[in-house]
């Protein structure tokens, strides 16, 4: 059976503790889902810090884990059937997480499905579209003459945060009264939007009165907080 040992990307950053779920990552949008799901989890884990500045996911060491080059990734060394598990993709790492400590996602079958969908709906619409805003709005698309691609992804983003204060409307959270990975999935991409982006007036985000308050209870939670600063730049 493999250990921790053999997989190369604990070369290039060691684990003191080998017995603990190891987390590659920095604290980005993606990267905090996995932070802020082992904070509230409680799992133990040893988080390394990946400089995607530095194109440190790029290095063959992090590649051996995951061949796309994002963060985060994960190793669990006591994965199923005692092995350890390697795991690239946010949303990959939340629902293993959630099914390893079988906490914030609804045992029921259909509401599972349902929490499944939100966490599908972070990845495919919110994150790739938020994403895109921030590029245009603060980083190098800012200095684009040609305008048109910045306001097609605030008009989306203004569409996308729409749904989500229509699903929030009576609700406390994604899924109702219980928080869960839906929420985690989402909470750091609205939060980075109107914070690090730069775009709350932008995208008119207090008009999302049900989004808003959702955003203040999430960031209220104590593994929010300390999930959102893991692994910080040095």
């Known amino acids: 059976m493999p250990t921790l040992?053999?997989?190369?990307?604990?070369?290039?950053?060691?684990?003191?503790?080998?017995d603990r779920i190891q987390l590659y990552s920095l604290n980005t949008p993606n990267g905090v889902k996995a932070s802020i799901m082992l904070e509230e989890t409680g799992l133990p884990y040893?988080?390394?810090?990946?400089?995607i500045m530095r194109d440190e996911s790029h290095l063959p060491e992090f590649?051996?884990?995951?061949?796309?080059?994002?963060?985060?990734?994960?190793?669990?060394?006591?994965?199923?059937?005692?092995?350890?598990?390697?795991?690239?993709?946010?949303?990959?790492?939340?629902?293993?997480?959630?099914d390893k400590t079988g906490r914030f996602v609804?045992?029921?079958?259909?509401?599972?499905?349902?929490?499944?969908?939100?966490?599908?709906?972070?990845?495919?619409s919110?994150?790739?579209?938020?994403?895109?805003?921030?590029f245009f709005n603060k980083f190098?698309?800012?200095?684009?003459?040609?305008?048109?691609?910045?306001?097609?992804?605030?008009?989306?983003s203004r569409r996308l945060l729409g749904v989500l204060d229509g699903r929030l409307d009576g609700r406390e959270w994604?899924?109702?009264?219980d928080y869960t990975i839906a929420d985690i999935a989402t909470l750091g991409w609205v939060n980075n939007l109107v914070t690090f982006y730069e775009a709350r007036e932008l995208v008119a985000f207090d008009g999302y009165r049900h989004v808003g308050a959702w955003l203040e209870r999430g960031l209220a939670?104590?593994?929010?907080?300390?999930?959102?600063?893991?692994p910080g730049r040095d």
């Open 126 to 134: 919110i994150g790739p579209m938020f994403g895109q805003v921030g």
């Open 140 to 156: 190098a698309g800012k200095s684009y003459e040609d305008k048109r691609p910045l306001q097609r992804y605030v008009d989306e």
């Open 5 to 18: 040992s053999d997989f190369p990307i604990t070369r290039r950053w060691p684990a003191q503790h080998p």
């Open 106 to 124: 609804p045992a029921d079958a259909a509401r599972r499905w349902e929490t499944i969908q939100w966490v599908f709906f972070q990845m495919a």
């Open 221 to 230: 939670r104590p593994a929010v907080q300390r999930g959102l600063r893991i």
């Open 46 to 51: 040893e988080a390394h810090l990946v400089d």
């Open 174 to 177: 994604i899924m109702g009264d």
């Open 63 to 98: 590649l051996s884990l995951n061949p796309n080059g994002k963060i985060p990734a994960i190793i669990d060394p006591h994965g199923p059937g005692g092995g350890p598990l390697g795991l690239f993709e946010s949303g990959a790492i939340l629902l293993y997480l959630a």
